[in-house]
């Protein structure tokens, strides 16, 4: 244990609040404010990373979470102007709904009244933006919702071990600062979203033990600061990329159990006189497995 870049997407305007919303008293005010407009506002703010349609479907974990928003006890706190400190909230509490929170084995705080920097595997930064979301062996299900692109702030993300599903959302791009992304041994397909390339703090990528698919891009090789690459035991395929000469930092590779085929790159041999410590594949020598250039190049062959 230890993704390509998005545009901010654009809605289409809408004024209806979604028709779920718990009952408020008219004449409650915010800042001298009927309850029902702070509401339109809130909702407006929140469709800048949700879809409105999914923000008003009744039981959808956008609408919950926006639900959750209004009636946690917190709302006298969201008052326009808003902060992005509301986004934030709601796209923790999103994760929680996405996620099948009600079924964690731990959830201290999560989705409660105290500050989202408080809950249950949630770090951040002084300035209250958060930085580490660790929610490994904590019996997650469902899909890692597309919102958390917008955790702007965000360094590591530590998922594994859960029943997670689907595919890694494509707005892992937007997150420029993210250095590790571990999600290994859960239940995701699909391919590595080829925004994550663009993500150069990127340190740690541990996606073995599930069943992803599709190639290993060249832009592998614009992430000059990795040190571990664990993709084993998925069905990626294709050749492993020539591109590994500027990454001078990296020390485990894992390519074994999937469908790799062709040489062991030789940027990436010359990385065992350089910094690379372990690189297993699958090279025992089938006709169909990977080859490799020197014994001293793979560590190990399965």
């Not at 305007?13 to 718990?22: D, G, I, Q, R, Y």
């Not at 993210?178 to 239940?187: P, R």
């Not at 035991?233 to 500027?246: A, E, R």
């Amino acid at each position: 244990e230890i993704g390509r870049a998005v545009a901010t997407p654009s809605y289409p305007k809408e004024t209806e609040v979604p028709t779920s919303l718990p009952s408020f008293h008219r004449m409650q005010k915010c800042n001298d404010m009927f309850e029902a407009q702070r509401q339109n506002l809130i909702l407006k703010e929140l469709k800048m990373v949700s879809r409105p349609e999914d923000l008003k479907r009744d039981g959808s974990p956008q609408n919950l979470a926006f639900n959750w928003m209004i009636e946690s006890g917190m709302e006298a706190n969201y008052c326009p102007p808003f902060g992005s400190n509301l986004t934030q909230r709601y796209i923790m509490a999103l994760i929680y709904y996405h996620l099948g929170g009600y079924k964690w084995k731990k959830e201290r705080e999560f989705a409660s009244t105290a500050h989202e920097c408080s809950w249950e595997g949630v770090e951040c930064n002084e300035l209250k933006k958060v930085v580490s979301i660790s929610l490994d062996e904590n019996e997650l299900s469902g899909s890692i919702p597309d919102e958390i692109g917008f955790l702007h702030d965000l360094k590591a993300l530590d998922l594994d071990l859960n029943s997670i599903t689907g595919s890694l959302p494509s707005t892992l791009g937007l997150l420029r600062h993210l250095e590790s992304l571990d999600v290994d041994s859960n239940f995701l397909t699909g391919e590595i979203p080829s925004g994550l390339y663009n993500n150069t703090s990127l340190r740690v990528i541990d996606l073995d033990n599930n069943t992803m698919s599709g190639t290993l891009s060249p832009s592998i090789g614009d992430l000059v600061n990795l040190k571990f690459l664990q993709l084993h035991n998925n069905n990626f395929s294709g050749t492993i990329p020539n591109v590994f000469k500027k990454l001078v930092n990296l020390e485990y590779t894992y390519f074994h159990l999937n469908n790799f085929k062709g040489r062991m790159p030789s940027s990436l041999c010359r990385l065992r006189r350089v910094s690379l410590i372990e690189n297993w594949a699958d090279c025992s020598g089938r006709q169909d497995s990977v080859k490799c250039a020197s014994p001293s190049c793979c560590t190990l062959c399965r």
